[in-house]
């Protein structure tokens, strides 16, 4: 029996696509099985576990005194070409195509994803968005040059686009972010020629790198469910406040990079020991919380919504501590930082003032728009991590209220900003 040649044609248009995904996805399987480890290891800490400090956890808190001199030495040397977050080196790819082929290429993907293994399991403060974008974007450069015709009838810049967002879908398990992520900060158009082939490879890439599965709400269920009016009521204040400070956390990001990154490559040794001694300081004081992408941290949170948390000094370590690591060029993400930023305020609040989980879900939404200015990012994101639907209406009031305030401290978004920086 003769395939019908519509169903050939439709099949030669999305087989390629979901080969791609299915690429992205075996490529970032492992850096979700490392991120996980990070997990298991922050629940040794005391700040987690509820005991006190033992030979075993100082030694994990002292971790970044041997690795961060370790890994700014081998930026500044042999391979110089993996320093940096991966997203700004994709948003630069796809502006300049010349400079694909040196930022893209394996060897350099390889090293990036290799400083951002040693950091994860040395539980440096820094996420993953960067990372997987870029493998994403690498993996679909590598293909391209291999069979030119590959995909053609989606553009160069396109198809880097497209593979960046299945990167991130492959990383957090969210398809739909993936997709956003792509139109609202990559390409900046939800035109539907990019987008259906978008989702379709955001979904691939989440399913094959997520094999042991994901609760539904990654972090933990928000056990909330509190009126529209108040949830649009309290938005106003949580999306400033925490808007502004994620907006804070951006614009100290870049002051830092722009300050710390010629230092680090000048002397990597001395600068790696000073920021290694400085992280280290902030695990212990901290009890750990101040230590990972923040995801545990965040989790922990919503598993003990009436726990007293040293808010004003975490707050300080978990705006500080990312940009000590990311600022020196370490590969990373600032996603999870900006949402354990924004979750420690709204948390706070919540508990002064009697809004329960709506101040942490309102605040982690605020914060990462504040730091990104990717509103519908963060509203998608927000409620993906963290659930329910049911307060939509002031997520995405905060994010919005959130995005306009990172305006006053940051005329470019960070990611754009980071870029220039390379050009």
């Known amino acids: 029996m003769r395939c019908p040649p519509l169903l050939i044609a439709v099949l030669s248009r999305l087989l390629p696509i979901v080969v791609l995904g299915l690429a992205i996805g075996v490529a970032c399987w492992p850096l979700n099985l490392l991120d996980r480890a990070q997990d298991q290891l922050l629940q040794l800490l005391p700040g987690f576990e509820g005991g006190g400090w033992r030979p075993l956890t100082v030694a994990m808190a002292c971790a970044p005194l041997l690795v961060m001199p370790v890994l700014l030495w081998l930026q500044a040397g042999i391979w110089s070409e993996a320093a940096g977050s991966g997203i700004p080196q994709t ?20 090293q990036r994803l290799m400083l951002w293994s040693m950091a994860t399991l040395a539980l440096l403060p820094l996420g993953r968005e960067g990372p997987v974008v870029h493998v994403g974007a690498a993996v679909a450069h590598s293909l391209r040059q291999r069979f030119p015709r590959w995909l ?25 972010v993936g997709t956003v992520f792509v139109a609202e900060e990559l390409t900046s158009s939800f035109g539907a020629k990019l987008i259906w082939p978008t989702l379709l490879a955001c979904v691939s890439a989440a399913g094959f790198s997520n094999l042991g599965g994901q609760p539904q709400f990654a972090l933990g269920l928000l056990h909330a469910i509190p009126a529209e009016p108040r949830q649009l009521f309290w938005a106003i ?29 000048r002397q990597p040794l001395r600068v790696g020991l000073v920021l290694g001694l400085l992280l280290t300081g902030l695990t212990l004081a901290s009890g750990g919380f101040a230590s990972g992408d923040g995801e545990a941290l965040m989790s922990w949170m919503i598993g003990h919504p009436d726990a007293d948390l040293p808010s004003a000094g975490l707050l300080l370590a978990r705006l500080v501590g990312p940009c000590l690591a990311l600022g020196a060029g370490v590969p990373g993400g600032l996603i999870d930082p900006a949402f354990a930023i924004g979750a420690v305020v709204g948390q706070s609040l919540g508990q002064l003032l009697g809004l329960g989980m709506m101040g942490l879900a309102l605040g982690m939404a605020a914060a990462l728009a504040g730091a990104t200015q990717l509103p519908v990012l963060s509203v998608v994101f927000a409620l ?21 305030c990172s305006r006053l401290l940051m005329k470019k978004p960070v990611y754009h900003a980071l870029a220039a920086g390379l050009e």
Request: no cysteine.
């Open 91 to 110: 948003l630069v790819s796809l502006e300049h195509p010349e400079r694909a082929a040196a930022l893209l290429a394996p060897k350099a993907t390889v």
């Open 152 to 176: 053609q009838q989606l553009g160069r810049d396109q198809l880097l686009a497209l593979a960046g967002g299945a990167g991130l879908a492959a990383g957090f398990n969210t398809p739909l």
């Open 237 to 265: 204040p949580l999306g400033i406040s925490a808007g502004l400070l994620g907006a804070l956390f951006g614009r100290l990001l870049l002051d830092t990079t722009r300050w710390l990154t010629p230092r680090a490559r």
């Open 384 to 404: 993906r991590l963290a659930g329910d639907q049911q307060l939509l209406p002031g997520v995405v009031l905060a994010a919005v209220i959130g995005a306009y």
